[in-house]
């Protein structure tokens, strides 16, 4: 659209120049109603112009994208339908992997290797919008936000003939199955990744978490053989997205696909199997024996067993990529050089058994049934604060590096100030032991269970109760609980898992 021309010959008379613009506009309509319609019709022909200007499609194309850079996703879409060239500005996929990112989402960058096959550039991740942020991390740098970082070039407007074909946000997920249609053009017969689609499909997830719509179920499925399922409860579990693994009281561990089948036991321990953590190449599991074990994923080879504890190991985690950190009932948390398996250093403090432990950078953190919470240095050993509030016996706690939120037999949660040492909330609800609990910092989401089966949603930062999920569990206690983006698995003195899954047809292809 052209831009209307001024006529500078104009000079508004010497009478007008002390009016208020609300006096020059009623001047001005008094005046139309004394023409004929002709010639008003004329008139606002030649003043459409001035008030349907669309500086947006006027502008180079990447200050266009910079400026549309700051709007939420409401706001895009909602200026998506203000004409076709804003449409498919709006559409661009470098502003949805912008919101993507800053909601702190993650993706999956592999998955996205394998589906475009070729070692992928920067721009392949960002449809080739030469306004895209060329960060090739999984997720946003800290502080990232605002606008779309751009370099300048002279190319007018928008290249169409680059732009693939893009679906509206609001489309339903008809087919949850063909997800790959929507990251590919077969016009040009070119994969892509769909920002759009990736961001519409992560905001439907957080919007089932935040209205509490889940679908529950028991993993692995009632066709799966009993010959294949433990044979006493489940104390422990971990997930990704192409497997569990469980640890029992029948003192095995067993692998599972995403599915429910089966795929290893492993046996090692004299005891329950109490804990466990896993990583690409090894599983790690404390049990009533009082020992650890390192065993390969793949081949199932008991490849260290880690003596010192001298009762059960209640809690471990894996700290960076060679280290083991790991608690007892002996009272004690002990540190371990993961290829070695020797004990590197032991923490002493506690007057109960500790129960759990968590650590963020050089800081441990645990939790003992002597009712109160140490935090330690972890290359020195040393105590540097112990938190006293709860009332009975602490039973569970996470850190994040910022909050400390520790699940008591007092029946309440706390959230601490992890520098401070201050108890900010006391989150009250639960009517039993509050047995198990975990952080997504991200999401500003506590998810805990109870010992009457209870599972409860908080809000981190404010402490208010977001969800209750009601009891997971009939006549079983739940003991231990992770979760998601897509789900959350708990277990307890059953065979199976309970599955709260919030993405039931809702596709997570490159998500994390």
């Given at each position: 659209?052209?831009?209307?021309?001024?006529?500078?010959?104009?000079?508004?008379?010497?009478?007008?120049?002390?009016?208020?613009?609300?006096?020059k506009?009623?001047?001005?309509?008094?005046?139309?109603?004394?023409?004929?319609?002709?010639?008003?019709?004329?008139?606002?022909?030649?003043?459409?112009?001035?008030?349907?200007?669309n500086?947006?499609s006027?502008?180079?194309?990447?200050?266009?994208?910079?400026?549309?850079?700051?709007?939420?996703a409401?706001?895009?879409?909602?200026?998506?339908?203000?004409?076709?060239?804003?449409?498919?500005?709006?559409?661009?996929?470098?502003?949805?992997?912008?919101?993507?990112?800053?909601?702190?989402?993650?993706?999956?960058?592999?998955?996205?290797?394998?589906?475009?096959?070729?070692?992928?550039t920067?721009?392949?991740?960002?449809?080739?919008?030469?306004?895209?942020?060329?960060?090739?991390?999984?997720?946003?740098?800290?502080?990232?936000?605002?606008?779309?970082?751009?370099?300048?070039?002279?190319?007018?407007?928008?290249?169409?003939?680059?732009?693939?074909?893009?679906?509206?946000?609001?489309?339903?997920?008809?087919?949850?199955?063909?997800?790959?249609?929507?990251?590919?053009?077969?016009?040009?017969?070119?994969?892509?990744?769909?920002?759009?689609?990736?961001?519409?499909?992560?905001?439907?997830?957080?919007?089932?978490?935040?209205?509490?719509?889940?679908k529950l179920?028991?993993?692995?499925?009632?066709?799966?053989?009993?010959?294949?399922?433990?044979?006493?409860?489940?104390?422990?579990?971990?997930?990704?997205?192409?497997?569990?693994?469980?640890?029992?009281?029948?003192?095995?561990?067993?692998?599972?696909?995403?599915?429910?089948?089966?795929?290893?036991?492993?046996?090692g321990?004299?005891?329950?199997?109490?804990?466990?953590?896993?990583?690409?190449?090894?599983?790690?599991?404390?049990?009533?024996?009082?020992?650890?074990?390192?065993t390969?994923?793949?081949?199932?080879?008991?490849?260290?067993?880690?003596?010192?504890?001298?009762?059960?190991?209640?809690?471990?985690?894996?700290?960076?990529?060679?280290?083991?950190?790991?608690?007892?009932?002996?009272?004690?948390?002990?540190?371990?050089?993961?290829?070695?398996?020797?004990?590197?250093?032991?923490?002493?403090?506690?007057?109960?058994?500790?129960?759990?432990?968590?650590?963020?950078?050089?800081?441990?953190?645990?939790?003992?049934?002597?009712?109160?919470?140490?935090?330690?240095?972890?290359?020195?050993?040393?105590?540097?604060?112990?938190?006293?509030?709860?009332?009975?016996?602490?039973a569970?706690?996470?850190?994040?590096?910022?909050?400390?939120?520790?699940?008591?037999?007092?029946?309440?949660?706390?959230?601490?100030?992890?520098?401070?040492?201050?108890?900010?909330?006391?989150?009250?609800?639960?009517?039993h032991?509050?047995?198990?609990?975990?952080?997504?910092?991200?999401?500003?989401?506590?998810?805990?269970?109870?010992?009457?089966?209870?599972?409860?949603?908080?809000?981190?930062?404010?402490?208010?109760?977001?969800?209750?999920?009601?009891?997971?569990?009939?006549?079983?206690?739940?003991?231990?609980?992770?979760?998601?983006?897509?789900?959350?698995?708990?277990?307890?003195?059953?065979?199976?898992?309970?599955?709260?899954?919030?993405?039931?047809?809702?596709?997570?292809?490159?998500?994390?």
């Open positions: 659209m052209s831009s209307p021309q001024n006529n500078d010959s104009f000079e508004t008379p010497d009478y007008m120049t002390d009016w208020t613009d609300k006096q506009a009623d001047f001005i309509f008094q005046m139309l109603t004394t023409l004929p319609p002709y010639q008003v019709i004329q008139i606002v022909d030649r003043i459409t112009p001035y008030l349907q200007r500086i947006v006027q502008l180079p194309y990447e200050l266009a994208i910079h400026t549309l850079g700051f709007l939420d409401a706001s895009l879409l909602q200026a998506s339908q203000v004409s076709k060239s804003w449409q498919t500005l709006c559409d661009e996929p470098c502003l949805w992997r912008n919101l993507f990112e800053r909601q702190g989402w993650k993706y999956d960058r592999k998955e996205m290797d394998t589906y475009l096959i070729n070692a992928p920067d721009e392949d991740y960002h449809a080739s919008c030469s306004g895209s942020n060329n960060n090739s991390s999984t997720t946003p740098k800290s502080g990232e936000g605002g606008s779309i970082p751009i370099q300048r070039s002279s190319s007018p407007l928008i290249n169409r003939k680059k732009l693939p074909k893009f679906y509206n946000i609001r489309n339903a997920q008809k087919h949850p199955q063909d997800e790959t249609e929507y990251h590919y053009d077969a016009d040009s017969d070119t994969r892509f990744i769909n920002w759009k689609r990736l961001y519409r499909n992560r905001n439907a997830i957080e919007d089932r978490w935040t209205q509490s719509q889940f179920r028991t993993f692995p499925p009632s066709s799966c053989p009993e010959s294949d399922l433990h044979t006493e409860g489940i104390y422990c579990v971990q997930f990704d997205k192409e497997k569990f693994i469980t640890g029992s009281r029948d003192r095995t561990i067993k692998i599972w696909d995403i599915h429910g089948n089966c795929k290893q036991t492993l046996r321990h004299t005891g329950s199997v109490l804990c466990l953590q896993y990583d690409d190449t090894c599983i790690i599991s404390g049990s009533s024996d009082s020992n650890l074990m390192i390969d994923i793949d081949s199932g080879f008991v490849k260290l067993t880690l003596t010192g504890h001298h009762d059960s190991v209640l809690s471990l985690r894996l700290v960076n990529d060679d280290q083991i950190i790991s608690c007892s009932k002996d009272r004690s948390l002990r540190l371990w050089d993961r290829k070695t398996g020797n004990c590197v250093r032991v923490f002493k403090g506690h007057l109960a058994a500790v129960n759990a432990v968590q650590w963020k950078g050089n800081k441990v953190v645990s939790a003992s049934g002597d009712r109160t919470i140490c935090i330690w240095d972890l290359n020195t050993g040393k105590l540097l604060n112990q938190l006293s509030s709860h009332t009975r016996g602490v569970c706690v996470e850190y994040d590096g910022t909050y400390i939120v520790s699940g008591s037999s007092d029946q309440t949660i706390k959230v601490w100030n992890a520098e401070t040492g201050d108890c900010i909330y006391t989150l009250a609800g639960h009517m032991l509050v047995r198990t609990l975990q952080i997504d910092s991200v999401a500003n989401r506590i998810v805990s269970g109870c010992y009457n089966g209870n599972l409860k949603i908080w809000n981190l930062k404010n402490g208010t109760l977001t969800g209750d999920l009601g009891q997971a569990t009939v006549g079983s206690r739940v003991l231990n609980l992770k979760f998601d983006f897509t789900k959350i698995a708990c277990c307890s003195n059953s065979v199976r898992l309970v599955i709260y899954d919030f993405a039931e047809n809702i596709n997570t292809k490159f998500l994390l």
